[in-house]
């Protein structure tokens, strides 16, 4: 992973994904961020995504983002006013917005916009070529489908397709939710200076998953306890405890193999986990 890309995704992970307004607008943002995450080259990444109907402006701030990061070796680290802009375009492509605000377009069309290949060999202005981009007659769909065509020949989706892709965005969110703890446990593990921020993700996380719809219940079961305990160990100051170490740990085997097994098989297979977080607090009196 290279220096923009890093920072891109870090800047993703930022992003307050709980004041999405929907449990599939908020699992986007996780398939989003998992494919520039594990993407073999950004550039074309995000090349491929500026051609996705809707996702043109974001797309371009992120190119915009990681010009500036490959350009200036001492940034390192987003700013809120990067994770403003970025969030914005991200809302309106999702239907979160209705369109970008005044002050967020003024930012936009002030910085330096990369280059795109799809601009390339245009006649018109920037600004008048994004508005043809996204004003032409395109396949059809939620934005959670037209995602799908990322990378690919468009495709006019079917209702089987949306069926599915519902199903591939709850696997990509639980499979994103499973890394995430990882993360939370070898930063905890190592003492590292995010584990307070990847603790505050696991929570907003745990509070998507709770107050969405469908979801499997002993999944949700599980993020209900886990935010509890999560709450507990920051009021009370234990993050750096050995027994939050060990709970983690112990809850996150059975997290992981639920979340690679098959629909079919996962019955029972948080139920470890479940009664660890059940009482938990016994470990601290």
Not at 59 to 68: P, Q, V
Not at 235 to 262: A, C
Request: hydrophobic fraction near 35%.
């Amino acid at each position: 992973m290279n220096r923009s890309q890093k920072y891109i995704s870090i800047l993703l992970e930022r992003l307050p994904k709980w004041e999405l307004r929907s449990y599939e607008h908020q699992t986007s943002l996780d398939r989003i961020r998992d494919r520039i995450t594990s993407a073999s080259d950004i550039h074309a990444e995000l090349n491929s995504l500026y051609r996705v109907k809707g996702f043109t402006e974001f797309a371009l701030s992120l190119m915009w983002i990681a010009d500036k990061v490959e350009k200036d070796a001492t940034l390192d680290e987003s700013t809120l006013a990067e994770e403003t802009l970025v969030f914005e375009k991200l809302r309106y492509a999702l239907g979160d917005i209705s369109a970008p605000s005044q002050e967020s377009t003024s930012t936009s069309e002030a910085v330096d916009l990369p280059s795109s290949p799809a601009l390339e060999g245009m006649s018109t202005s920037p600004s008048e070529s994004l508005h043809e981009l996204t004003s032409s007659p395109e396949s059809e769909g939620t934005p959670e489908v037209l995602l799908d065509s990322w990378g690919k020949e468009p495709q006019v989706p079917s209702e089987t397709s949306s069926i599915g892709d519902s199903t591939t965005m709850g696997r990509e969110q639980e499979r994103g939710f499973s890394n995430l703890l990882e993360r939370f446990l070898e930063s905890v593990q190592s003492g590292n200076n995010d584990r307070t921020i990847l603790l505050s993700n696991v929570i907003n996380e745990c509070n998507t998953v709770v107050n969405a719809g469908s979801v499997p219940e002993d999944y949700k079961q599980f993020c209900q306890l886990l935010e509890e305990f999560l709450h507990y160990i920051s009021d009370n100051q234990y993050l750096d405890d050995i027994r939050v170490m060990n709970i983690v740990s112990n809850i996150q085997d059975p997290m992981n193999q639920w979340v690679q097994s098959e629909q079919s098989n996962r019955t029972g297979l948080l139920d470890s986990a479940l009664e660890i977080l059940r009482d938990f607090k016994t470990m601290f009196e």
